[in-house]
């Protein structure tokens, strides 16, 4: 099965920034879509950032202006740059793939990394 390996979780303090890197196990799968989604404390898994193959991108609000997110196809990696944390960014953001096969979309998750913002 493909893995995705989250890493680059950890403790910051507001205002400080973090890198987030998604690895898949199998670089010759074609993703078509690659981002990330956070589950904070109390509230539903959400949509964070994403990436097309085409490099079409999408932020939720929340996120707008702060975080980056890109992708190496080469490696089939994705990155999320996360500037200027704040204490609400506090998550366990997972790393999602999907990827077109016959019969549907084929979709694999990452184990997820803590992403703590605090002073």
């Known amino acids: 099965q493909v893995q995705l390996e989250e890493s680059g979780g950890g403790l910051v303090q507001p205002g400080g920034s973090l890198r987030l890197s998604c690895a898949a196990s199998r670089i010759d799968f074609d993703f078509n879509f690659m981002g990330w989604f956070r589950r904070a404390p109390g509230n539903e898994r959400v949509l964070v950032a994403a990436i097309t193959s085409g490099d079409t991108t999408n932020y939720a609000d929340s996120v707008k202006g702060r975080f980056t997110v890109s992708r190496d196809n080469a490696k089939n990696t994705v990155y999320l740059q996360m500037n200027s944390l704040k204490p609400e960014d506090t998550a366990v953001y997972y790393c999602?793939?999907?990827?077109?096969?016959?019969?549907?979309?084929?979709?694999?998750w990452g184990q997820g990394t803590q992403v703590t913002v605090s002073s």
């Open positions: 999602n793939a999907r990827r077109q096969i016959l019969g549907g979309t084929q979709e694999y």
